[in-house]
């Protein structure tokens, strides 16, 4: 989701100074600025014991400690995030959390790994050897990636118009040569398609050889060459690769321009390979459990849940307050925006504003910062899980249901925590009866924009602003119960439900944690108060929340909480239920 484009104009009102800021933003009319003299706010504060209750002091205490420098961003794979999962773990005991991880802790550990194309490894057409990331770009699809070596080839269509392609039964042992129509572009990427897609379109395939490296962007190849952590798995599915339309002719022995779906041709010599490497600092959620009051019901849980990762820190310091000042004059959307192309008088208009800012606070303002705090993305829902947990423990009298309070690692990765934690679960997980997620719950006022419909029109908070995803979409009796229980509340929130559309092209649904539960079939609802110009930024750090905003928010999730656990029966699964190895469809 981030971009990075350089972008001319600077503090210096030359091209090179703004360009190596890395000031990325989108041009929005109409919006007047920001205050600024949040950037005079100060950057750290001394922490205060938590009560009971759930209040700002609180849950500013809270995340001023794990949003702080000295976690960096909180990155799988790093000391960061292991600080930061140790102090969850920490303050889950002290409040009295029952650890319901591995072996009696609070922790589950997940077998990562980083997947590593093996170099050594040859492919060769017709006795030429070939260059990988140059005539061909390799994917990995696992361990039990099947082998192309020797394997006849067949062109299986134009993926992104269905009815070009061959049936499933045609393509079963074969090398699959794929073109790509812009209709078929993974997350917008010319020549890129879905690996998962079309594995799922062709099981038995051996392998795919993807004609789109002609016009796959020269920048996305580092991306491909530098994979992430992933889980090992061992399942049989296809090999697959990117090739050019010529090395795709070459295989079938003529232009794929000119080819029906259905041709055969010749195959490869060799076949991708890629090996493990342990992470550095193992990926951990932390799972506590509140037991529940009734004897009949305390087997049934109800998850509460955030994600404890974050993005790290960037190769390049920048000026924090320059960051700041434009992404809220031309990035409002963070990096879910473009880059802009600051005018001349943009430029002017920004170089004053930082005058002026740098005047009031001595220049501190305009500290170097590469470290992607995270303090609501989504350290805003993991103290508030925290909050919420503290609220509950010191209950005379506990929800009848078993609570379980559970912080994902990896979300910002691939939703790793939680698939891992839904498929190896360490409750039994049709004991699982709903689960509410809480990711970036610190903003939402009028001066964010959130997000935006599913028409494209910009949506912005108000005073008592939260988004709703997910929440009829398995359960309408646990949507109505979070309406019913905001109606009665003293201080109601104003749902939106706007990015829960159908078909909604910023795919919130399938986002974030919430969807590892659903596709089992366990309820849940997303909160949050949406995006704003500090998203997967430098400047999403503590001083900038709404810890107000965060109170109420964290009350209301507690209060649908102890409705959803008192219930006298589970909520009700009335919609179709989605597969749960299946791709997640918004």
């Known amino acids: ?96 959390l029952v650890p319901a991880g591995d072996k009696g802790t609070f922790f589950q550990t997940l077998p990562l790994s980083y997947r590593t194309f093996d170099s050594t490894q040859t492919i060769a057409f017709e006795g030429r050897v070939l260059a990988p990331w140059v005539d061909y770009i390799p994917r990995d699809q696992g361990a039990g990636a099947r082998s192309i070596d020797g394997v006849p080839s067949v062109y299986g269509g134009t993926w992104g118009i269905p009815g070009s392609l061959i049936d499933a039964h045609a393509a079963a042992g074969k090398l699959v040569v794929l073109t790509v129509a812009p209709a078929g572009y993974a997350q917008g990427i010319p020549g890129a398609a879905a690996r998962a897609d079309v594995s799922v379109r062709f099981p038995d395939a051996a392998g795919f050889a993807v004609a789109g490296l002609d016009v796959m962007p020269k ?43 259905g041709a055969s041709g010749r195959g490869f010599t060799g076949s991708p390979r890629f090996f493990d490497r342990p992470l550095e600092f193992p990926g951990r959620n932390v799972v506590g459990i509140i037991p529940g009051s009734d004897p009949r019901l305390r087997g049934e849980y109800l998850a509460i849940g955030a994600h404890n990762d974050h993005i790290g820190t960037n190769r390049r310091s920048v000026a924090h307050d320059s960051i700041y000042v434009v992404d809220h004059l031309y990035r409002q959307q963070g990096a879910d925006g473009r880059a802009p192309r600051l005018t001349p008088a943009q430029a002017d208009s920004v170089n004053a504003i930082l005058a002026e800012v740098r005047r009031k606070t001595d220049g501190r303002s305009a500290r170097p ?73 610190g903003r939402g006022g009028a001066g964010d924009v959130t ?22 979409r398995l359960s309408t009796e646990l949507g109505n119960l979070a309406e019913s229980v905001n109606g009665s509340g003293a201080h109601p929130l104003k749902f939106d439900y706007a990015m829960d559309a159908n078909g909604h092209p910023q795919d919130i ?23 704003h110009a500090d998203y997967h930024q430098v400047t999403d750090e503590p001083q900038y929340i709404d810890y107000d905003r965060m109170a109420q928010v964290s009350r209301f999730v507690a209060d649908l909480a102890a409705a959803v656990a008192n219930l006298d029966h589970r909520v009700v699964v009335d919609q179709p239920k989605p597969d749960p190895k299946g791709v997640c469809r918004q």
């Not at 759930?54 to 790093?78: H, K, N, Q």
């Not at 309070?405 to 679960?425: C, K, R």
């Not at 974030?512 to 949050?528: L, M, N, Q, V």
């Open 1 to 96: 989701m981030d971009a990075s484009d350089p972008m001319p104009g600077s503090i210096l009102r030359t091209a090179t100074a703004l360009a190596a800021l890395g000031l990325l933003a989108t041009s929005l009319r109409g919006q007047s600025p920001s205050p600024w003299s949040v950037l005079e706010r100060p950057r750290t504060r001394v922490a205060q014991p938590t009560g009971r209750a759930i209040t700002p002091a609180d849950l500013m205490s809270r995340l001023y400690v794990f949003a702080d420098d000295s976690m960096a961003g909180r990155e799988l794979d790093t000391r960061g995030n292991a600080l930061g999962v140790e102090y969850i773990a920490r303050e889950a005991a002290r409040i009295g």
């Open 369 to 441: 910062d590469s470290i992607n705090n995270g303090a609501d993305d989504d350290g805003s829902g993991s103290v508030s899980v925290l909050e919420i947990a503290e609220w509950f423990a010191g209950a005379p009298v506990k929800p009848k249901r078993s609570l379980l309070f559970i912080w994902h690692v990896g979300e910002e990765e691939g939703l790793f925590g939680s698939e891992y934690f839904t498929d190896h679960p360490t409750v039994p997980r049709d004991s699982i009866v709903a689960e509410l997620n809480m990711d970036m719950i």
């Open 509 to 531: 649904y399938c986002r974030s944690d919430h969807y590892e539960y659903a596709r089992y079939g366990i309820p849940i609802i997303f909160f949050t108060t949406g995006g």
């Open 219 to 261: 920048q996305i190849i580092p991306f491909y060459r530098n994979t992430g952590a992933s889980f090992p798995p061992t399942d049989p599915a296809p090999s697959f690769i990117y090739i050019t339309k010529a090395l795709g002719g070459e295989l079938l022995g003529a232009s794929l321009d000119s080819l029906k779906p």
């Open 451 to 472: 997000g935006q419909t599913i028409a494209g029109a910009l949506t912005r908070g108000d005073s008592s602003y939260v988004q709703l995803v997910g929440s009829r």
